[in-house]
């Protein structure tokens, strides 16, 4: 038989015996040892390439054969003794290893199709939207930030404009002067709906805005990351 593989050709011994396994169409639980023996002695002894670490691996399994050879030929089982089938461990060994080259190769594929999948860094999707259309929706962060923005600015107002009010302010009647202030001017901004500084007032709005928001009686806005906050009639 004329064999030209290298050794090298086969990711190791056991690769090599699969493949005459499978050359031969056996069954792998069911090995002709002879058969096998002979023909990978063959290819060991027609290898061209001689890596004498890598080639000792397969001397290894070769001396393993030969043994399980001997092991056959010599021994006459008796039909009142079970005797374990010498075959047996290097048959396990191979199943390993077929099990472990599958899983190798599921990865290996997935790895080549993962290599297909090309990626970029995020970037804000208000990079690509018309001018007039990058309006966003404001965030609670947004209306604390500009709500704290507006109170510091009142305390260097002096004097700071106080008010007594014996009835209170109510949210219920702040909610329909912010919809009547609405209906005359359609959008204004966050801190004109505050024309006074005092305790109730301002809480008072702020509440009916974020509860006028909840119910979608109002829109709130801003063109850009830190500008001007709106309400906007809905």
Request: proline share 2%.
């Given at each position: 038989?004329?064999?030209?593989?290298?050794?090298?050709?086969?990711?190791?011994?056991?690769?090599?015996?699969?493949h005459?396994?499978?050359?031969?169409?056996?069954?792998?639980?069911?090995?002709?040892?002879?058969?096998?023996?002979?023909?990978y002695?063959?290819?060991?002894?027609?290898?061209?390439?001689?890596?004498?670490?890598?080639?000792?691996?397969?001397?290894?399994i070769?001396?393993?054969?030969?043994?399980?050879?001997?092991?056959?030929?010599?021994?006459?089982?008796?039909?009142?003794?079970?005797?374990?089938?010498?075959?047996?461990?290097?048959?396990?060994?191979?199943?390993?290893?077929?099990?472990?080259?599958?899983?190798?190769?599921?990865?290996q594929?997935?790895?080549?199709?993962?290599?297909?999948?090309?990626?970029?860094?995020?970037?804000?999707?208000?990079?690509?939207?018309e001018?007039?259309t990058?309006?966003?929706i404001?965030?609670?962060?947004?209306?604390?930030?500009a709500?704290?923005?507006?109170?510091?600015?009142?305390?260097?107002?002096?004097?700071v404009?106080?008010?007594?009010?014996?009835?209170?302010?109510?949210?219920?009647?702040?909610?329909?002067?912010?919809?009547?202030?609405?209906?005359?001017?359609v959008?204004?901004?966050?801190?004109?709906?505050?024309?006074e500084a005092?305790?109730?007032?301002?809480?008072?709005?702020?509440?009916?805005?974020?509860?006028m928001?909840?119910?979608k009686?109002?829109?709130?806005?801003?063109?850009?990351e830190?500008?001007?906050?709106?309400?906007?009639?809905?």
């Amino acid at each position: 038989m004329d064999i030209e593989f290298s050794v090298n050709d086969f990711q190791g011994p056991l690769d090599l015996l699969l493949h005459l396994i499978k050359t031969k169409k056996m069954d792998i639980m069911d090995i002709e040892i002879d058969i096998i023996t002979k023909e990978y002695m063959e290819v060991i002894n027609n290898s061209y390439k001689l890596n004498l670490e890598v080639t000792s691996q397969y001397l290894l399994i070769a001396s393993e054969l030969l043994e399980i050879k001997s092991k056959i030929l010599l021994h006459e089982p008796n039909e009142e003794e079970e005797v374990d089938d010498p075959r047996e461990e290097l048959v396990q060994k191979l199943l390993e290893y077929s099990a472990y080259k599958e899983i190798s190769n599921i990865l290996q594929d997935k790895s080549y199709k993962r290599s297909e999948i090309y990626t970029k860094i995020p970037e804000k999707r208000s990079n690509y939207l018309e001018e007039e259309t990058r309006e966003q929706i404001g965030t609670m962060d947004d209306l604390v930030c500009a709500m704290k923005n507006f109170l510091n600015s009142q305390l260097d107002k002096k004097p700071v404009m106080t008010k007594i009010n014996k009835t209170g302010i109510s949210i219920k009647q702040r909610r329909l002067e912010i919809k009547s202030l609405l209906k005359k001017n359609v959008k204004t901004s966050f801190i004109d709906l505050f024309e006074e500084a005092s305790y109730e007032y301002v809480v008072a709005t702020f509440i009916a805005i974020l509860e006028m928001a909840k119910e979608k009686e109002l829109q709130i806005t801003q063109q850009n990351e830190f500008s001007m906050i709106y309400c906007e009639a809905v």
